[in-house]
């Protein structure tokens, strides 16, 4: 309880409805000029080379310094310092800086209470430093109420718009099954190019509905109809080729390729620098969607070596199945894979994702801003009488799991701040009050967040989720909610049950040999009994008795159900603590059982299972010691964490081992904060970067149509030997 009142302080006297900047080490950017070196630049700000190339991964040591790149660099420039730093000119990631523009004219704004810069600068379409460039004032003092400001007004640059002729384009309806990247490669084009063409899509979401009709660009000889023309490539024999290096490269037998190719006969065998015909072979493909292929969109800088590297196949390969790479390798083109190719990669929505390191990626620019809503219920605790107050947290859940939640997260903050990146928090008390919530947001300049954390209420999680998508700014619901709410900005952290039950099918389905299978589950779950004997129809269905005060199963009748040649597995779905713990006892002691020789029968092995482990089975009259006898198997959100540095940390900052919600607020807020500092942009991000894993939690968030993001992660884990074990 030390710990947990410690927090409460911490909270109270630190965060609580103040605005606090976790301000890491000051950071400078810095325009490299003529003649200029490593150590010059490094003598001018106070620091080392090595700190320098820490922050500017793509410079190298003893690489020349290239006129006019932008280091960013720690520390303050020392005043002998003869070159103007520009951390005041650029800002923010530089490939997003505006070139400097010339004014037409300029209108006066007048200062409105509780306006802000950023909020000023996204109504008249203008920067920070083209604010502040006309009006000095802001440079020394904050913004005033009534303030007369001067806004410079730019012209807007014309967009030409691009005339499509109709005579070279058709009308595409969407299959089922079929993406974006299908499609895509199917005609030929980039997703930019199907962007232009069809401006309705959108550019936040990649989900395309059966039906939809798509504007594309006609397949050059696609009216003409049964066109069989063996084509063939030519190919400019290396050093060293030989028949069977050809054979394995392009699947064409050594006698076909003479035959086509006489004056390797004329001259003695293949010699190098022959220029001979190698015939394409078709591949068929059949239909080109999720069922058959995966896809990879090239980036900028890819090559051939990178490509083959990653996929683990040839070049030849992958223009067999990609034949207008015959034209060139360009970046932006969708090209096709075999279903099941693994490599050093993952895939989303049939969609190669490129493994990113966000701790390797990070961009010290960048500075997220994050608002924390959470029922801390300080109204309720007196902090004057420590015996009370620690006798209203153990009445109180939502106290506990808010205190849990924010300090893992304060300790998330700190170990953020480590890697070089300033975080803006503030921290609200919502009082589990939806009117609370809706002052409290009333009074905040929501577009000026990068996300919001929490509130945990249904309600006030709903209302802040309308408020913040007319900003976009995501809102991370770090705790089960299930709602109506279907906002496309909401980012359920909590893995759903019906992903959790697939999980465990999965796994019981891979790992299934000639088990015998067996369900006992009450009227409650039915659906779960359902979703199993769909999975495995020759399942044997065990009858639990439902009366008014007693529930449980006939004994004898599990025994002749039981295999004594095979393992049984045994799913028991139920939250009725009283079933649960008179079938373990039962499933016990049928595995317990020993040989006897007079019957000749052999001993019966049980193991069980469930797919939704909830807090029925963690109740104090259930054995743990039957349940790690019977290795109980179950899906779970998150895993058991062992010692680690996050553990050690936390133990300094707080005197006690964090709980299972200060892991979560951990593991929650290091990866909010990580893809925040990667790029500014949650649901951006969320597109591309695959799982995240960190000391008990995992993440991965798929977009469903319009009703926000989904984790899809989640755990197998085994009671054995009295302890908890990961399986996968």
């Known amino acids: 309880m ?7 302080y911490i909270i109270g006297s630190f965060c609580l409805l103040v605005s606090c900047t976790a301000l890491a080490q000051k950071f400078n950017t810095h325009e490299v000029k003529q003649g200029e070196t490593l150590e010059s630049i490094s003598k001018m700000y106070g620091v080392t080379p090595a700190n320098i190339l820490q922050y500017n991964k793509e410079i ?10 932008i280091l960013v660099v720690p520390g303050k420039k020392t005043a002998n310092s003869s070159t103007k730093p520009t951390s005041d000119v650029k800002k923010s990631d530089h490939k997003d800086s505006i070139v400097a523009r010339e004014p037409f004219g300029f209108t006066t704004h007048r200062v409105k209470k509780r306006e802000t810069i950023f909020g000023i600068t996204q109504q008249y379409k203008i920067t920070e430093e083209e604010l502040k460039k006309y009006n000095t004032q802001l440079y020394a003092s904050s913004l005033q109420k009534k303030m007369e400001l001067r806004i410079p007004k730019y012209k807007v640059p014309l967009i030409q718009k691009t005339v499509l002729n109709e005579d070279e384009l058709e009308k595409y309806i969407v299959a089922a099954k079929e993406t974006r990247w299908s499609i895509a490669h199917k005609y030929g084009i980039t997703i930019d190019s199907m962007l232009v063409l069809n401006p309705s899509l959108s550019k936040t979401t ?105 996929f683990g196949m040839t070049w030849a390969e992958i223009v067999q199945l990609n034949p207008d790479l015959k034209e060139g390798l360009k970046a932006g083109m969708v090209l096709k894979l075999p279903k099941d190719k693994v490599g050093d990669f993952e895939v989303k929505n049939a969609l190669v994702i490129d493994k990113i390191s966000l701790v390797d990626s990070l961009n010290v620019a960048i500075v997220p801003k994050v608002l924390f809503l959470l029922p801390f219920r300080l109204d309720k605790v007196n902090l004057a009488d420590k015996e009370v107050s620690e006798k209203t947290i153990d009445l109180r859940k939502d106290m506990t799991v808010s205190l849990g939640l924010y300090s893992g997260a304060l300790v998330a903050i700190d170990s953020i701040k480590s890697l070089g990146i300033s975080i803006d928090v503030k921290t609200f008390d919502n009082q589990l009050d939806l009117v609370k ?58 893995t759903d049950d019906a992903i959790l039950l697939k999980h465990m099918l999965d796994y019981v389905d891979a790992n299934h040999l000639e088990e015998t299978i067996l369900i006992i589950a009450d009227e409650e779950n039915k659906n779960e009994k359902e979703a199993i004997l769909k999975r495995f129809p020759s399942a044997k269905v065990v009858v639990v008795k439902e009366e008014e005060k007693n529930i449980g199963i006939n004994r004898d009748k599990l025994q002749t159900l039981l295999s004594d040649k095979v393992p049984n597995w045994v799913f028991v779905e139920s939250d009725n603590y009283k079933l649960i ?7 016990n002691s049928f595995h317990n059982s020993a040989f006897d020789p007079l019957v000749g029968k052999d001993k019966v092995s049980v193991r069980m299972f469930t797919t939704d482990m909830n807090s029925a089975f963690e109740n104090d009259v259930i054995s743990n010691t039957h349940l790690s006898n019977l290795k109980f198997t179950y899906p779970s959100v998150n895993r058991m964490v062992t010692n680690n540095s996050f553990v050690d940390r936390y133990i300094k900052r707080f005197g006690d081992e964090p709980d299972r919600y200060a892991v979560r607020g951990f593991d929650l807020m290091y990866d909010l904060l990580l893809k925040l500092a990667y790029k500014n942009d949650l649901i951006d991000v969320s597109r591309f970067i695959g799982e995240t894993e960190y000391n008990g939690n995992k993440f991965n968030y798929e977009r469903k149509g319009v009703s926000g993001y989904y984790n899809q992660s989640s755990y197998i884990m085994m009671m054995d030997d009295l302890r908890i074990k990961t399986l996968e």
């Open 2 to 8: 030390k710990y947990i009142f410690n927090k409460i």
């Open 60 to 69: 190298k040591q003893g690489q020349a310094l290239r006129v006019n790149t």
């Open 206 to 310: 990649n989900y395309l509905s059966e039906g939809f009709e798509l504007l594309m660009p006609k397949i050059a000889g696609s009216s003409v109809q049964n066109q069989v023309t063996q084509l063939y490539t030519s190919y400019t024999v290396p050093p060293k080729m030989n028949f069977y290096r050809l054979e394995q490269e392009f699947g064409v037998k050594s006698d076909e390729i003479v035959r086509l190719n006489p004056e390797i006969t004329e001259r003695g065998g293949l010699k190098e620098g022959m220029v001979i015909r190698i015939p394409e072979q078709k591949v068929e493909t059949g239909e080109i969607n999720t069922d058959n292929y995966i896809f990879y969109e090239v980036k900028p800088k890819q090559n051939e070596f990178r490509l083959t590297r990653k």
């Open 437 to 494: 919530t809706k002052q409290i947001l009333q009074n905040e300049q929501l577009g000026a967040y990068s996300a919001v954390f929490g509130p945990l209420d249904v309600p006030s999680l709903k209302e802040t989720a309308v408020q913040a998508s007319k900003f976009n700014v995501p809102v991370v619901a770090p705790v089960r909610a299930k709602s109506d709410i279907s906002l496309n900005n909401v980012f359920f952290s909590y």
């Open 581 to 587: 713990s008179s079938v373990v006892s039962i499933l």
